[in-house]
């Protein structure tokens, strides 16, 4: 892409509104822009790093076994009625009547929706295990839209529902979504801690939050150390070995870390004081399993072995793109912009040509982008007139992961100039060394 082609409307103030960084951040790198409160356009640059997580989180749902779908964002009330939680939901359900006066709603999430998809497709306990999920805009009228998509009213939301013959069942997809999720967020690049979450009126155990530590998180967690060095499952683990999931699971469930509203000071305070980490956090996924909640009043049920009819158990697993990619920039950052961690960048390569027009400068800069293009590296071209020093200002606040610098001084020479946004020095080499290092 040549910047003088692209749409990149950077301010260089920071706007006075954003109270976080992350929100700055993508607001002075045109990633994102509000057009009513907690409502965003995603701009070009910003869409691409949306696309790559979505993309990641796709993969991994893929892998775990789960089949991807897309439902509607606009659903019927009466759907909401069958489960009872039309009235239930509050004011965060954005309501609407259509034409015919027919009550309406933009999708806060999906469970009635799945579970009326499953029950007129799926009749026996031959067709179980199930799991489907889409990636699609949800909406929830939050009391206090915030830090901008990190807390906004219309976000992205990928949510995948499991549907098993029974608890021992269930109990396995929900562990293969555990393994999927810190997979996930290990690829992210973040370093994702499930957390204990609250089940609310159905009990059990099994509800974790991901949360991702970071100053500006809103609730305050508490942790063993140790979680910071675990490692992500491998990319070979076996999906279908139970016994082998379960043990991924314990080994991330074995030590204490809890928000606060499940957090036990006794619990905690038996940790040997170093090893106690309490810190802020942001919540980038949660998991669920719910039992018979909405199979049994939707009447969702299959044949089991011995022909009886029973319920299916349910469990829904839900990660937000768009606060993630929120979440990256408030975790990876300095004082002058993004640092993007290669697997979510909006490019890989930012090719600076310090003065076009000059016909060396532009002819090694085409040649470097003809040659990253076609290695099918993602590049962006500045090819403008503006100051080196604005350019470098660019680049540094859009964060991408290389930037490969081509001026008059250092041609003259046979050298471009190479620099990792994450660190370290700039390096002089040849065009070739150059591509050979970002390829
Ligand atoms: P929160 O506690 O932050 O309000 P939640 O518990 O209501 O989130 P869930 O219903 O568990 O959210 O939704 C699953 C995921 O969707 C969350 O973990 C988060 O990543 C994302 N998400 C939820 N609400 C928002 C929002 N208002 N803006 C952006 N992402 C959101
Ligand atoms: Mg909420
Ligand atoms: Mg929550
Ligand atoms: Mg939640």
Request: charged share 25%; aromatic share 8%; hydrophobic share 45%.
């Amino acid at each position: 892409m040549r910047l003088s082609r692209y749409f990149l409307p950077i301010l260089r103030e920071a706007p006075k509104e954003a109270e976080i960084v992350s929100h700055r951040l993508m607001l002075r790198a045109a990633m994102i822009r509000q057009e009513a409160a907690g409502i965003y356009a995603w701009l070009p640059l910003g869409l691409r790093v949306l696309n790559k997580i979505s993309d990641i989180v796709r993969e991994e749902q893929n892998r775990a076994g789960a089949i991807e779908c897309l439902m509607p964002t606009i659903q019927l009330a009466d759907l909401w009625r069958e489960s009872g939680r039309y009235d239930a939901y509050g004011a965060e359900m954005l309501r609407i009547k259509d034409r015919h006066e027919r009550e309406m709603l933009y999708g806060p999430t999906n469970e009635e929706m799945i579970t009326e998809i499953f029950r007129a497709g799926v009749r026996s306990y031959k067709d179980l295990p199930k799991n489907l999920y889409h990636i699609q805009w949800k909406f929830r009228d939050e009391r206090r839209p915030r830090f901008g998509v990190m807390r906004s009213r219309e976000f992205l939301m990928k949510d995948a529902y499991s549907f098993d013959l029974d608890a021992a069942g269930a109990r396995v997809s929900y562990n293969r979504m555990v393994v999927a999720y810190l997979r996930t967020f290990a690829r992210l690049g973040m370093k994702a801690i499930p957390m204990r979450a609250d089940t609310g009126p159905i009990g059990g155990d099994l509800s974790h939050e991901f949360i991702i530590l970071a100053k500006t998180g809103e609730s305050a967690v508490f942790c063993h150390k140790d979680f910071l060095d675990f490692e992500a499952p491998p990319a070979d683990v076996d999906f279908d070995d139970a016994g082998g999931l379960q043990a991924i699971v314990d080994k991330w469930t074995s030590l204490y870390a809890a928000t606060e509203e499940m957090h036990d000071e006794a619990a905690f305070a038996a940790i040997p004081a170093d090893k106690r980490l309490t810190a802020r956090g942001i919540e980038v996924g949660h998991i669920f399993y719910f039992g018979t909640k909405y199979s049994e009043p939707m009447k969702a049920v299959v044949a089991g072995p011995d022909g009886a009819t029973v319920p299916v158990h349910m469990g829904s697993y839900g990660i937000g793109p768009s606060r993630v990619a929120a979440a990256i920039i408030e975790a990876s950052h300095d004082e002058g912009g993004i640092i993007w961690p290669e697997a979510v960048a909006p490019f890989r390569v930012g090719l600076v040509n310090l003065k076009p027009g000059d016909a060396a400068c532009d002819a090694a800069c085409e040649d470097l982008y003809a040659k990253l293009e076609a290695a099918g590296v993602d590049v962006l071209y500045d090819d403008t007139d503006e100051r080196p020093g604005s350019k470098f200002a660019t680049m540094d606040l859009i964060g991408l992961p290389w930037r490969l610098v081509v001026g008059p001084k250092g041609l003259v020479n046979g050298q471009v100039e190479l620099k990792r946004r994450a660190g370290g020095a700039a390096e002089s080499l040849t065009p070739e060394a150059a591509l050979n290092a970002v390829l």
